[in-house]
């Protein structure tokens, strides 16, 4: 009887077809996690431009409420109470506004904002591990990351 011969693979080796796959496959990932991204800061955008009114009336009544309270602090009065509680109810009226105002958009940005959250804590640390790069804790930049830093800064 011959030798038998056994092929034998090291726990992060795999096939170069296999690999190609993977890689391929990665690069969708990548490609998908950031088209979620870009969609949701596109909408991000959108929101804040339509619910401009109802945003800037909720911050108003906000910054009065903290102005007012803080001469309540100074100088007390039943005036000032009155129209701290005045102002509250109409800042939870104008928040209610704004709420419902970006309803609609949030009811997109939120699974876009899962989708990328699961891509970056599962399917991309997972991937990285299948094709032999385990993601570990970096505690200071590369060289090419400390450079691209240094240019967007003179910019």
Request: glycine share 2%.
């Amino acid at each position: 009887m011959g030798k038998k011969t056994a092929q034998t693979q090291t726990a992060n080796s795999v096939p170069i077809a296999d690999q190609q796959a993977l890689q391929s496959a990665f690069v969708e990932l990548v490609g998908e996690r950031w088209g979620y991204f870009m969609a949701r800061r596109m909408k991000t955008t959108e929101m804040s431009e339509k619910t401009k009114a109802e945003s800037k009336t909720a911050r108003d009544l906000a910054n009065k409420v903290r102005d007012t309270i803080e001469e309540l602090i100074k100088s007390p009065s039943e005036k000032l109470s009155a129209a701290i509680k005045t102002t509250r109810e109409e800042l939870k009226t104008a928040r209610k506004a704004l709420k419902d105002a970006r309803k609609p958009y949030m009811e997109k940005i939120t699974p876009l904002a899962k989708a990328i959250r699961y891509c970056d804590n599962v399917a991309i640390p997972d991937s990285l591990k299948e094709l032999g790069h385990p993601v570990a804790p970096r505690f200071s930049l590369s060289d090419w990351a400390k450079q691209a830093i240094e240019t967007k800064k003179k910019e």
